[in-house]
């Protein structure tokens, strides 16, 4: 059955998504109209979409010419919460991108929005359906590293994400909420447990500076120098997996105030603990993300993108006298987020077939960014051991999800 989405907020994800859930469903799902304020913007997605494509000033009226049969949030993070309250009235299914908004207080509107309201909501918590997470968690359901007891996951990035709204705490809210979101979300799904308490260290060693906030490199006379320099990147050759980016803003700019350098201890339910580190201002080739876990009969390693090539591997050491290894590859067919793609579309449209229910839940995505703004309250506590009860309201207690 043929199905239309509107799309509030047509940017790299709006765009990617429209084009995505179309050859996903080999037509199924096309774009009933967007609402995006930037002109530019708008060209560029019907461009990378290779169509034109219904555009609308408010959402209010996307809903009313446009009648989508559900409806994609891919704003900026600090939007999420004001135009998902803009769909009090509409009944279809609806997806939020990571992370749900930018502070613990809005999230938690989030959550009691939904709670209240008519119609499935999920969270594009997309690393859940790729099928190299989905293999690890089958490992893990079967028992071939027996019971989980610890874990190590770490995630390297260049210091991209810091020339658009990510590079403040109040545009992007962070990254222990806007890019760890998926990592301990991922983490959570793995060991499904539920998350205890966290402490955090935290500091800025490559971006933040007193340059002006509206600098942008093509504007600025050290770009041909600057590292850092958006142009510089495409000088020389390096490779974007992830959404390439429009903005250009300063990464040495008075207003940044994003850390770009964190590793919190976290401890979850059934005696597991681990740790969790990111970083934003080296490049580190083929270590995009790599998860480690332990099980008392066994360890995992999961490589999310090997150096040089944009393909995954699962090594699997099960506990034996041989010591064997057992190497799994995935390849992504060049799709963002390790394949995902494709599943969550397919998984949306059954949403708007009333086949399914969410697979990524707005509680899921809540626990792990509740998580985040416990570990930052207690970076800026001297790294204390915060409990996670001690932020989240008494209200919302249930929706910290887990086992
Ligand atoms: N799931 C993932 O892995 C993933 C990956 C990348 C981005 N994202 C999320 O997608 C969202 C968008 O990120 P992006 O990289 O596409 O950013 P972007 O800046 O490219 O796109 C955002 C678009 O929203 C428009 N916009 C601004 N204010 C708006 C408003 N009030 N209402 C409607 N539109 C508005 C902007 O003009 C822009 O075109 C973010 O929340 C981000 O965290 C998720």
């Not at 509107?6 to 996903?24: N, Q, T, V």
């Not at 009933?32 to 990378?48: L, S």
């Not at 999920?122 to 079967?142: G, L, N, Q, T, W």
């Not at 899921?364 to 309250?377: D, H, I, P, R, V």
Request: proline share 4%; charged share 25%.
């Amino acid at each position: 059955m043929k199905k239309r989405i509107g799309i509030i907020g047509f940017g790299e994800m709006g765009k990617r998504h429209a084009l995505e859930f179309y050859e996903a469903t080999m037509g199924a799902v096309t774009v009933a109209g967007v609402v995006e304020p930037n002109d530019e913007m708008y060209e560029n997605g019907c461009a990378w979409n290779n169509c034109d494509i219904p555009r609308y000033n408010t959402v209010a009226e996307l809903l009313e010419k446009g009648k989508p049969d559900g409806i994609i949030i891919t704003s900026p993070n600090f939007t999420h919460l004001s135009n998902l309250q803009l769909l009090n009235d509409f009944h279809g299914p609806i997806m939020v991108e990571k992370p749900l908004d930018t502070s613990a207080e809005k999230i938690s509107d989030i959550v009691r929005f939904v709670k209240q309201h008519e119609g499935p909501v999920m969270v594009d918590h997309c690393m859940r359906y790729s099928p190299i997470i989905r293999r690890a968690r089958e490992f893990i359901e079967k028992g071939r590293i027996g019971k989980v007891c610890s874990f190590q996951f770490t995630q390297r990035d260049s210091a991209g994400m810091y020339h658009n709204f990510r590079r403040t705490i109040k545009g992007g809210g962070s990254f222990m909420v806007e890019k760890a979101t998926h990592d301990l979300d991922v983490m959570l799904f793995l060991t499904d447990a539920k998350p205890e308490s966290v402490m955090m260290v935290s500091a800025m060693h490559g971006v933040g500076g007193n340059k002006s906030n509206d600098l942008t490199c093509s504007d600025c006379e050290e770009r041909s120098t600057c590292r850092y320099a958006k142009e510089s990147y495409v000088a020389r050759g390096l490779k974007v997996n992830d959404v390439a980016k429009l903005n250009e803003l300063c990464v040495f700019a008075e207003c940044v105030d994003v850390p770009d350098n964190e590793t919190c201890t976290i401890r979850l339910s059934n005696g597991i603990f681990g740790t969790y580190s990111h970083s934003y201002f080296v490049p580190a080739p083929g270590h995009s993300r790599v998860y480690e876990i332990l099980g008392t009969e066994g360890c995992m390693y999961i490589t999310l993108a090997k150096e040089g090539t944009y393909e995954g591997e699962i090594k699997l050491h099960p506990f034996n006298k041989e010591l064997t290894t057992e190497t799994y590859t995935f390849q992504y067919d060049s799709k963002i987020h390790y394949y995902a793609g494709p599943f969550l579309a397919r998984h949306f449209l059954d949403l708007m077939e009333g086949k399914d229910t969410p697979f990524t839940t707005v509680p899921q995505a809540y626990t792990a960014e509740m998580l985040g703004f416990a570990a930052m309250k207690s970076a800026s506590e001297e790294s204390r051991w915060v409990k996670l009860n001690e932020i989240v309201p008494e209200d919302l207690r249930d929706s910290i999800v887990g086992n």
